[in-house]
């Protein structure tokens, strides 16, 4: 029964169906994320007078509204796969520095945020298949700080700087895959305007 639903499914319905599956899985990630960040201030006694470097560690072009739907996507995907490398970076230099350690509800958190974040990448590779219709490139990873600082202090504030980093792009992830849905119903009408006029120009 599904497979007859998916076949007869056009490209558009496909990717519909994607984007609102990735926007809540983001939904989820981005609510895991503020649990994650609360028990990393808590684990590391943060104050609310401790605050991170201004600017995002991750590298991705600016935001514009002259961006089409494959750009827009790729943008995310490609902050998206950056964001999981420095998580994964800022795991290992925690076990590397700060020790293992007994394993909690902190540790449980970081893992699901990681597995979550990968789900998501996922479907964004999956809408940007169904968009472009070619392999996901992997964007370069060159330049992203992944070796975090040696300062005890500053490791941790670079650790949490990385958390709010994910969570800021799962928020960024949620605004952009909520609009994908209008915006690819409008291209397709466009696209089938189009058709219809080389249809009937060539009558």
């Known amino acids: 029964m599904a497979d007859r639903r998916t076949r007869g499914m056009t490209g558009s319905d496909l990717s ?7 926007t809540a899985i983001a939904e989820q990630l981005h609510y895991e994320c503020s649990i994650l960040l609360e028990l990393y201030r808590t684990k590391e006694s ?18 514009s509204s002259q961006l089409d739907t494959r750009d827009k996507l ?28 007994m394993k909690g509800d902190y540790e449980t958190q970081r893992r699901m945020v990681k ?19 070619t392999a996901v490139l992997t964007p370069d990873l060159e330049g992203l700080e992944l ?32 609009s ?5 119903a409008k291209e397709r009408a466009v696209t089938t305007r189009r058709a219809r006029s080389t249809r009937s120009t060539r009558r």
Not at 49 to 60: C, H, K, P, Y
């Open 16 to 22: 519909r169906t994607t984007a609102a599956r990735a």
């Open 147 to 178: 070796d975090g600082p040696t300062i005890l202090f500053e490791l941790k504030l670079w650790v949490y700087r990385i958390f709010k980093e994910v969570d800021y792009w799962t928020k960024t992830a949620i605004t952009t895959l909520q």
């Open 74 to 101: 790729w943008r995310l995907h490609s902050a998206l796969l950056q964001c999981r490398s420095l998580l994964e970076r800022a795991i290992a230099k925690e076990e590397e520095e700060l020790g293992g350690g």
């Open 46 to 63: 943060f104050t609310a007078e401790v605050t991170v470097a201004d600017g995002r560690l991750v590298s991705v072009p600016p935001p």
């Open 180 to 184: 994908l849905p209008m915006v690819i």
């Open 115 to 133: 597995e979550r974040l990968s789900l998501l990448l996922i479907n964004t590779g999956e809408l940007l298949k169904a968009v472009d219709g």
